[in-house]
Structure formats: structure tokens, C-alpha cells
T-cell receptor, first 117, second 108 residues
Framework: GAVVSQHPSWVICKSGTSVKIECRSLDFQATTMFWYRQFPKQSLMLMATSNEGSKATYEQGVEKDKFLINHASLTLSTLTVTSAHPEDSSFYIC?????????????FGDGTRLSIL | EDQVTQSPEALRLQEGESSSLNCSYTVSGLRGLFWYRQDPGKGPEFLFTLYSAGEEKEKERLKATLTKKESFLHITAPKPEDSATYLCAVQTGNQFYFGTGTSLTVIP
């Protein structure tokens, strides 16, 4: 149980393109979803937290107009990197947490490797 | 300041050589401590949740323990397939704090 699917797993695109990444909870309802960025050999850097039906809460330093997050249903959240540039190249990982007890673990997708040329 | 520190940063073990990874935390109001395993190019895989001091959880060769200041992940008789980065995370309120991980390599 607690499977999170992230798509695509790898994307390469030209500078200036917008890229959408999907995160789905397959067998549970995710009241909260998280988006992280991870640089090589570093830990996870939280970008934003989103609750279903609400606006995402962005961490300090993360541009909300550049990284658009939508959490329209209890099983789907999307991250859109708008007008991507080479410095946006990174490994993006989503996670989801179910409802019920408020101290449940996050379950992670397998990440999206984004390369901007 | 809430903080999570993992040690060592990297650990090389011979197959069968047991050891422990450490996760030290300074947070107010611990709601849960979580251990994850992350393989290269993959997202973290959930292993354990610990909620209160004295609690222990086991899964195959892994055993996690928790005190008021730290958690240990004990690996008994590791195998090469246990090689991965192990992350711990602490929840306080609705905030999660991740450590930087321990990269474990088990040599056949």
C-alpha cells in the first residue's frame, strides 16, 4: 500500500519551455502533498506544501510564479516549471501523506529528472 | 532552532559486519521520526515511523530505536543489497525536517 506515482521520470527540453510533472497517490487519498528538489549527493529541499483544494504554501526563496503547483484532487498534484532555464535542471520529487492521524509518514514518488538545454 | 543531524555521512561495511546509523535531533514537540531508504535516481522508500522514546521497530535486517535526543538504525549482518542512502526525518507540528543522510556501502 501507499504507492505514489510520479510522471514523467525523465524529461529533457529546451530553455524557455514549460514542463509539467504529475504526482498521483494510487491507493490512498493524499490530503497533503509535498514537492522537493534534490541536488546530487544532497538531501531533500522542500519547495512547497499543498493541501487539496487550497493554494500551495511555498518555502522561502521558491518563486511561486515559476513553480506552479496545483492540487485539484485528493489523488493528484502537479508541478509546472514555467519558462524553464538550465539552472532549473534538477531532480524533483513529490511525496504524499494521507489523512487520519496527523503524524503519518510521507510516501514518495520515484522522482523526475529534469534537464534543460 | 529545530535541527536534524545524521552520522556518519558515509559508511562502508563488509558483508555481515553489523553497524548503526545515527540520527540526532533537536526539535520541540516531536510528533514522529521517520526512516527512509533512497537508492540512486529514486525517491525515498519509507521504512519506519517511531513516535515516542523507547519505541523500536524491526524489518528484516533493520531495527530502528528512538530516545529523546536521537534515533539509531541498526543493520544486522548487512548484505550488498542494503547499500543505499538512509534518510531520517522528524516531524514537529506540521513541519518536517530531513537529515542529509548516511550513504551505506556494503562490500561483498
Amino acid at each position: 500500500g501507499a504507492v505514489v506515482s510520479q510522471h514523467p521520470s525523465w524529461v529533457i527540453c529546451k530553455s524557455g519551455t514549460s514542463v509539467k510533472i504529475e504526482c498521483r497517490s494510487l491507493d490512498f487519498q493524499a490530503t497533503t502533498m509535498f514537492w522537493y528538489r534534490q541536488f546530487p549527493k544532497q538531501s531533500l529541499m522542500l519547495m512547497a506544501t499543498s493541501n487539496e483544494g487550497s493554494k500551495a504554501t511555498y518555502e522561502q526563496g521558491v518563486e511561486k510564479d515559476k513553480f506552479l503547483i496545483n492540487h485539484a484532487s485528493l489523488t493528484l498534484s502537479t508541478l509546472t516549471v514555467t519558462s524553464a532555464h538550465p539552472e532549473d535542471s534538477s531532480f524533483y520529487i513529490c511525496s504524499a501523506r494521507g489523512g487520519g492521524s496527523s503524524n503519518q509518514p510521507q510516501h514518495f514518488g520515484d522522482g523526475t529528472r529534469l534537464s534543460i538545454l | 532552532e529545530d535541527q536534524v543531524t545524521q552520522s556518519p555521512e558515509a559508511l562502508r561495511l563488509q558483508e555481515g559486519e553489523s553497524s548503526s546509523l545515527n540520527c540526532s535531533y533537536t526539535v520541540s514537540g516531536l510528533r514522529g521520526l521517520f526512516w527512509y531508504r533512497q537508492d540512486p535516481g529514486k525517491g525515498p522508500e519509507f521504512l519506519f515511523t517511531l513516535y515516542s522514546a523507547g519505541e523500536e521497530k524491526e524489518k528484516e535486517r533493520l531495527k530502528a530505536t528512538l530516545t529523546k535526543k536521537e534515533s539509531f538504525l541498526h543493520i544486522t549482518a548487512p548484505k550488498p543489497e542494503d547499500s543505499a542512502t538512509y534518510l531520517c526525518a522528524v516531524q514537529t507540528g506540521n513541519q518536517f525536517y530531513f537529515g542529509t543522510g548516511t550513504s551505506l556501502t556494503v562490500i561483498p
